[in-house]
């Protein structure tokens, strides 16, 4: 008797707890409304890895800017920790569709840290959720040894050599277990002066362990 009513139940609750779309709060069969779903990928880069070059190549789902800018926000300041996982899939799916040359294949990919403060108070780091469904299916290892040792205050507005100083010195690494030949890929949200990428890229270098590049969400690119 009751097997009978289970599918409209087990309907109606997921109508119930089926989370609105966070964009614009209409119902949403996924992460997104189908709209929402749209425009964000709108701004998707048709190649991703135009910026796959100099010291340190950048890899970039997408560009920063409307939607993807909005849904950022609402994964890093709302808590919406599906939009990272779903990111995490997109850029996974991007990756190997062209894998960059002078990558590997099999990768350590380490998220770009929050600090200890930050992340206490966000309770979570959006860099590593993206990196952790990166690593799902791309079958990557995910590395978290490497840590912030100090908070930088906000790159936008400061000058090429005070961005430098801003982070140089902001991280370590802790417990590392590096093998040798491993390749370092860099996992971050968004990617502007890459100035954080660059001292995170230089700590890990300083012991002679590899790293390839950096892959993000977004980027709004403004280095010359
Ligand atoms: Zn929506």
Known sequence: MFKSWQPLLNQALNLFLKPNCPMCDRTASAVFCKYCQRQIQDCQLPHPDLYWQGDL??????????????????????????????????????????????????????PIPLHPEKLASRGFNQAELIARSFCQITGN????????????????????SARQENVAGAFTLVN?????????????????????????????????????????????????
Do not use: M
Not at 141 to 160: E, H, P
Not at 184 to 202: K, N
């Open 57 to 110: 190549p950048l890899f970039a789902w997408g560009k920063y800017e409307s939607s993807v800018k909005q849904s950022i926000g609402k994964l890093k300041y709302d808590g919406h920790r599906s939009i990272g996982h779903l990111y995490g899939e997109w850029l996974a799916n991007s990756w190997q569709k062209s894998i960059p040359s002078g990558s590997a294949t099999k990768l350590v990919v380490i």
């Open 141 to 160: 290892k995910l590395d978290l040894s490497l840590q912030r040792n100090r908070s930088t205050v906000a790159q936008f507005g400061l000058s090429k």
């Open 176 to 224: 590392s277990a590096f093998k040798p030949g491993d390749t370092v890929l860099l996992i971050d949200d968004i990617y502007t002066t890459g100035a954080t990428v660059r001292s995170a890229a230089a700590v890990i270098r300083s012991i002679q362990v590899k790293v390839c590049g950096v892959a993000v969400i977004a980027t709004g690119r403004i280095d010359k």
